[in-house]
């Protein structure tokens, strides 16, 4: 039975774009936390998870209590992690302005550590047993696993020009359009998700109708992160409805989603009203969701993830694959998690093709729109520590920029603006 040795945390800072959403803007660097575990057997693992000031905390903790443990355990590191947050209250943010991506209370910040050190142990498991992360899971039952091209209304450039890249303005239909070819052309996406909330809906219901036009057939969605009123969800399905293989988060909280199902039996998706199991019965009694966006790494882990799978089976719902900035370590995981999921029939999302860095040595190519399910010892993918330090570097750098505030990297261009109230529309 291997031992760890140490576990190590490493704070980064990554280059993202100006992507528009509900609540402002992208920052131009976005935090991640890399984790290491190390065994006795001298096997390093990694894993990778939201990085900002709250999450780093935990997980320094959590690492400073794990060696000695047995590189197995991993069913006993929430109950670990949860010990280190003794003495603090269980603040429950319905909204915050760090990522869309739901409620925010200590159970899912706990559960998005530990998925980090689940994977890293996952990881070291699998190249001390030379088997890939998958066969540990129980085995993939697909060689390949399909993401959806993630649109974004954006800027060419951020204001004070940090953390270039060499993609153009889209911020009308055209621009979208032209952003979509280049995704299938560059990665050979068949599938395409817009992020809206960040126009008006009728603007956003015009780059639907130029996205389906361009690309007939192809599956859509639109997602305004709960942007819209009850209303304007009602029209947009009235309008598009018929296009989008889902709406995804319409509409703010369970009783909206339920009744823009009700009035349009559209097909719901959501990333922000069901993202702990402790939200799953009221929302899936109420119909409010027939599809639920996964999340590795907040859910906890790829074994809860394969949990979460089974009860949504189980109750006739959806699953498909939610994500946030992320790296290729989170792409790894959740590509292996992907594969073995044999419901999981709808296109994942991923932000990493907007990413121009990367803490692994051979980042994943997109071919088809899909990711190659890797056989090679535990996730596939090695760490690049020139890269990890240089990232790490940069987050010594930067203080300003260690948590993520979408609505402060607004209001850099708008000064006046602060944290739309929901529906904006
Ligand atoms: O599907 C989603 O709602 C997301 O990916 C949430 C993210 O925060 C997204 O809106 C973003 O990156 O701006
Ligand atoms: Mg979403």
Not at 243 to 271: F, H, K, Q, S
Not at 279 to 308: I, M, N
Not at 322 to 332: D, E, P, V, W, Y
Not at 396 to 403: E, T
Request: glycine share 8%; charged share 25%; net charge negative.
């Amino acid at each position: 039975m291997s031992r760890i040795v140490r576990a190590t945390v490493t704070p980064i800072l990554i280059s993202d774009p100006p992507l528009l959403n509900v609540l402002g803007v992208h920052q131009p660097y976005t935090p991640r936390t890399i984790v290491e575990i190390e065994t006795d057997d001298g096997v390093t693992g990694i894993g990778e998870t939201y990085g900002d000031t709250d999450y780093l905390d935990v997980a320094r903790k959590l690492a400073d209590v794990l060696p000695g443990r047995d590189l197995t355990s991993m069913n006993g590191l929430y109950a670990l992690a949860s010990a280190t947050l003794t003495g603090a209250t269980d603040e429950v943010k319905e909204f915050d302005p760090a990522g869309l991506r739901g409620t925010r209370n200590n159970e899912k910040l706990i559960r998005s550590v530990v998925s980090a050190f689940e994977v890293a142990s996952l990881d070291a498991l699998g190249k001390t047993t030379g088997l890939p992360v998958h066969c540990l899971l129980g085995g993939k039952v697909r060689d390949r696993v399909d993401y959806s091209g993630y649109l974004f209304y954006r800027w060419a450039e951020h204001p004070d020009g940090e953390a270039p890249d060499d993609w153009d303005a889209a911020l009308d239909p055209d621009g979208v359009v032209r952003q979509a070819q280049r995704f299938a052309d560059d990665y050979g996406f068949t599938s395409f998700k817009l992020k809206g909330g960040v126009f008006a809906p009728e603007e956003e219901i015009a780059a639907v109708k130029a996205l389906a036009k361009a690309f007939p057939g192809y599956p859509l969605r639109l997602d305004p992160n709960g942007g819209w009123s009850v209303e304007a969800s009602v029209r947009v399905a009235e309008e598009v409805g018929d296009l989008l293989e889902y709406m995804e988060d319409p509409t703010a909280g369970v009783a909206g989603m339920a009744e823009v199902r009700e009035r349009t039996g559209a097909v719901l998706a959501t990333n922000m009203c069901v993202t702990t199991f402790g939200e799953v019965p009221e929302a899936f009694a109420k119909d409010a969701v027939q599809v639920v966006l996964s999340d590795h790494h907040y859910w906890g882990g790829l074994h809860a993830t394969r949990e979460l799978a089974a009860l949504c089976r189980t109750y006739g719902v959806g699953l498909s694959m939610h994500s946030n900035t992320h790296l290729g370590i989170s792409l790894a995981a959740m590509t292996h998690v992907a594969s073995v999921i044999p419901d999981l029939s709808y296109a994942c999302d991923s932000h990493r093709p907007w990413q121009t860095e990367d803490v692994i040595t051979e980042p994943h190519r997109f071919t088809g729109g899909a990711i190659e399910v890797s056989d090679a010892p535990g996730l596939g993918v090695e760490l690049d520590r020139d890269a990890l330090g240089a990232l790490h570097e940069r987050w010594l750098a930067r203080p300003d920029m260690r948590d993520r505030d979408d609505v402060a990297a607004m209001r850099k261009v708008h000064p006046d603006w602060v944290q739309p109230s929901l529906p904006r529309w």
